[in-house]
């Protein structure tokens, strides 16, 4: 199986060890906090910066140009002089905006993002917090994110941003219900919602391939739906810039614009995650059924290079998406969503539910 | 198509008020303000003539007077003429509107009030299309203005 | 105080909720202002408010001779520069009854044709980046810059050349303008496919255009909606098949015609005219002949006194030029009746009853450009 995967359990237990020896059980909980906490920040930030490099690369390509190639070397200091620069911005105050509101709102949707990333699984053994409903959780704490993009529309007293706001509220509440059945979808196929488990269930190869036919409409949809969960691509009308400017987050400048920018992109990340870890396998690497030596030989990449390739190729599927396709009107996409997406994937439930009943998948 | 000494005979048979001057490019008609409405609808309703397409609709100020210009055409027939009105009044010139023929009438008639002051009975929405509510009426030959105007 | 805060919240009945796409906005390619009344996100009516370019023109027109005057003309649609320069020539010409050579008409027509694809090129990438295509806008601006090269190395300017005079041209065409403009055409004839690649056949696409902003023919006629928008509603008002100038008599072309009336429908013809223009340079490029690049005509020139009327087809529709001389060298009074003038207007029309995203997509459509209707 997968016997020569390095487990990073053995790490983590080391370093638990350690702490244990010098102070007593409650500090060492506290300083583990306070240590992933710092680690987690630190992720956040420098894949923020990887990300909108690696957006701005990719679009360069698609749109026959090179992209930034000035700042540093390839241009890889690009965003850290965007930041600096985001940093140093004016905070223009609004009048008559809600103050408690209108700074709040950046802040829940970093919150939501935030704590979504703390349930992945990195690599084996390597995961922050394993609930026994990891799917359930992730998916709650992910709708959080539409609190702070509805407070950021509302406060800001303006008629752009409330529109902007009100577009974007009834997408993502809408297409919670496509992302969520598709997920179920594949926890129908594991038997168990923690994401560990998931993973562990697909070391004979990953639900894509296993489920076959229903888990392939079943990633298709969650593609679809997670790209509209996240406000990007072909469902980007809250920020749409040629008709409002920048719906939702127009008046928001300097630091409090970073964190949104920021929050999309990692969303983007998290979204795409979950399906590499739902679908394609998380940090397992690819095996085939009962193949020892061809099973043997992949686990010689480590898992959490695995990881992040699938995550990856899912991200760049979503930018791709974005730099092709013309925008959907609002109502062209709730139509997507409740007469197409909707339905199709409770018919998908229920034809898994029957298949793993008579055992008829791999 | 209709030739020009076709056209004139049977709008002077439609209205016998309507000069035709001579020598010109296209077919003209001088009509009296008081005809004016009148004759450009029976030029759209006719069937022999049929002149549906407003292309254009200007005014030009000789000093003594001022003429509103219609350039009409027939999307059917393909001839063209061109609709004169002559107006001596300089303070407060009127004339029909033709906006419920045409709808594009509505905004040439706009511009004209707009550069000339020539008002419009029956005009939907009167106001000025470019320029500020206090500002002359800048294409009349008469117009001065000291600060933005430099004359030669 | 609560009282003061609760009135201002509730929005009554019969109160408006308007939203104002102002002078400075993404999307409405110029300084328009458009007052939108909205129900929700569906449209009510619209008002667009003009004049923020408003540069007096006509007025300037008669303080200037007519060679001036010229320069003046190019920047009303300065994407159509050179028919907006051939309308005024063409009356002039006219006035005097003076006789330009066939290598002047030749190069004139092939020039506006050069012109109308690069304006349907910058329509094509501006429409798609509306949408939220964003790489339509670096496709149709990569090849437009083919044309934009041709164009310089003749005249020395991109996009406002005021290259013709009345009587012929200001100076001849550079001696690589031949081949280039063959290796262009070429080169555009296999690029061209691509647009129809990325955004025709998208489904996403389609479902944004198809039964949006519907125009009927009695809509377009009253309006004197012209060009490829008139057209779409199957009005036929292509001046270059109703008073043929320039070498146009010379050519095989077809008038485009479609009958859809809504978004795609003058989507296509757009597109189609481009092919049409691609043939029509073609039939032209290699036959040009050679003689002089223009009449001899009097430094001064001063048309009899009279009035004079022509008509040209931009890439937006019909220009109508009409002057009123007193035999001075300057016009007494100019009149431009321009297309997106009369474009505008209808927009109101076409967009009530569809949501804020269609009106996008309906002006996008409608191709206007401001400073043709401000003057």
Known sequence: MSSNLYDFSTLTSSIHAALSGMMSSGWVVFTELVLIGLLFLLFYALLGLFLVYLERKVCAIIQNRVGPNRVGKWGLLQTIADLIKLLLKELIPIRKADPILFNLAPFIVILASFMAMAALPFAKGLQAVDFNIGVFYVMAVSSLGVVGILLAGWSSNSKYSLIGAIRSGAQIVSYELSVGLSILAIVVFSGTMQLSGIVESQADGWWLFKGHIPALIAFVIFLIASTAEINRGPFDLAEAESELTAGFHTEYSGIKFAFFFLAEYINMFIVAAIGATIFLGGWMPFHIGNWEGFNHIMNYIPSMVWFFLKTFFIVYLIMWFKWTFPRLRIDQLLTLEWKYLLPISLVNIVFIAFIVLMGWHF | ?152 | MSEEIIKDVIVGENEDYIINMGPQHPSTHGVLRLEVCLKGETVKYLIPHIGYIHRGIEKMCEADTYQQLIHLTDRMDYLSAHMNNEAVCLCVEDALQVEIPERVKYIRTILDELNRIASHQLWWCAFGMDLGALTSFFYGLRDREHILDIFEESFGSRLLHSFVMPGGLMHDVHPNFQKRTKEFIKYFRKKLPEYDQLLTGNIIFQNRAKGIGYMSRETAIGYGVTGPSGRGSNFACDVRKIAPYGAYDKVQFNEILGTGGDTFARYQVRMAEMWESMNIIEQLIDNIPEGDYTAKMKPIIKLPAGEYFRRVETARGELAVYVVSDGNKSPYRMKFRTPNFSNLFVLNTLASGHKIADLIAISGSLDLVIPDIDR
């Open chain 2, 1 to 152: 198509m209709l030739n020009k000494q076709e056209l004139t005979d049977i709008i002077t048979g439609l209205i016998p008020e309507t000069e035709f001057p001579e020598g010109t490019q296209l077919l003209e008609v001088i009509v009296p303000a008081e005809k004016y409405f009148s004759l450009v609808e029976k030029l759209k309703s006719d069937q022999k003539l049929s002149f549906n397409y407003l292309i254009s609709q200007t005014a030009v100020d000789f000093l003594s007077h001022m003429t509103v210009v219609c350039h009409l055409e027939s999307v059917e027939f393909r001839h063209l003429i061109v609709v004169k009105v002559l107006l001596t009044d300089r303070e407060n010139p009127t004339i029909d509107s033709l906006t419920a023929l045409y709808p594009a009438a509505e905004y040439f008639e706009r511009e004209i009030f707009d550069l000339f002051g020539i008002r419009f009975n029956n005009h939907p929405n009167l106001k000025r299309l470019f320029l500020e509510d206090d500002y002359g009426y800048p294409l009349r030959k008469d117009f001065r203005d000291e600060i933005n105007i430099i004359e030669r």
